[in-house]
């Protein structure tokens, strides 16, 4: 399928330099989906003509459906103010937010704790762009990319995650891909009782590992997202925390769990379930794990 965005930005002057294919984002969230967003456009219906992420953060899905051409329409919310301005800001002034960041690597290098300081303040700025670089920078130098709510990492500008030319210079690539998409500051009922046709949504909330001190925003309650799940009209891909109370309310959803290994904290394994109301496709090449029988590796779905 032909990509339907354009290579181009039309209000710059910019070079989209092509992101490599293992980047789907260019910022961290914890919980983020960089990995497993390629599996999870796998299992998103054949004909998606519109696509809605509930609590976007990284946004990776988003971008991975987009760098392979599976949506022309494209909606990114998150109940955190400061996710949708950077997201805004990407999109409409690339070339600004570019001038900012390289101003701070000339200044301070890769970083520094007064680099870290000076962008917690700049993320207060009344001007959305030097938000959105505050936002950035923060986020680059952070422990585990948490926005707002974890301490400066000095390790970071020494192996490759603190402020880069290099990954400043993949911002154009991004904002092509979010040419047209809508991007709110909404709570997530919002987005996905919005009415529209061919929408899938993909619903990623805070896991309760996270918590708040990840994720200052609020708990989402899951079984009232499983209610309002069943109740949408639209294909709907879910992940949450793998839990006893997960597992209940989401049961008729045919759960996977997935496992991995989760930074937050103390290096460890923990799973997740990845549920869908809808048929996902045939040809998806996903080996996992079913719910009721976690330990058995057979075919994801059961008929």
């Avoid at 969230?29 to 967003?37: E, I, Y």
């Avoid at 701070?104 to 009344?126: P, T």
């Avoid at 989402?220 to 109740?231: G, I, N, S, T, Y």
């Avoid at 379930?273 to 590796?297: E, H, K, M």
Wanted: net charge neutral; charged share 20%.
């Amino acid at each position: 399928m032909a990509m339907p965005f354009s290579n181009k930005l039309d209000a710059t002057n910019l070079t989209v330099i092509s992101a490599p294919e293992r980047m789907s984002s260019i910022i961290r969230s914890p919980g983020g989906k960089h990995r497993l967003a390629r599996d999870l456009v796998n299992l998103a219906p054949f004909n998606v003509k519109e696509y809605r992420e509930l609590f976007a953060g990284s946004a990776a899905v988003a971008f991975r459906m987009a760098r392979m051409g599976r949506t022309r329409k494209i909606w990114i919310n998150d109940l955190d103010p400061g996710i949708a301005n950077k997201w805004t800001v990407v999109r409409d002034d690339p070339a600004g937010l570019m001038r900012v960041l390289l101003s701070l690597h000339d200044r301070f290098g890769a970083g520094s704790k007064e680099l870290f300081d000076l962008a917690i303040q700049m993320v207060d700025s009344d001007d959305r762009t030097e938000a959105a670089a505050g936002f950035y920078t923060r986020n680059h130098l952070s422990m585990y990319g948490a926005n707002g709510m974890s301490s400066y990492a000095p390790s970071h500008p020494r192996d490759g995650r603190g402020l880069r030319p290099i990954h400043i210079n993949y911002i154009p690539q991004f904002s092509a891909w979010l040419q047209g998409a809508k991007i709110t500051n909404l709570d997530y009922r919002e987005v996905l009782d919005a009415p529209g046709a061919g929408v899938m949504c993909f619903i990623d909330p805070p896991y309760a590992q996270v918590g708040k001190a990840m994720y200052p925003f609020g708990e989402a309650d899951l079984e009232e997202l499983a209610r309002h799940v069943r109740a949408s009209s639209h294909a709907c891909l879910v992940t949450v925390d793998d839990s006893p109370a997960n597992r209940v309310a989401f049961s008729d959803m045919r759960p996977i769990v997935h496992a991995f290994t989760s930074n937050m904290g103390n290096i460890h394994k923990s799973a997740e379930l990845v549920c869908a109301n809808y048929t996902t496709p045939d040809r998806v090449p996903w080996i996992g794990v079913t719910a009721q029988s976690p330990f058995d590796l057979r075919r994801a779905w059961p008929d």
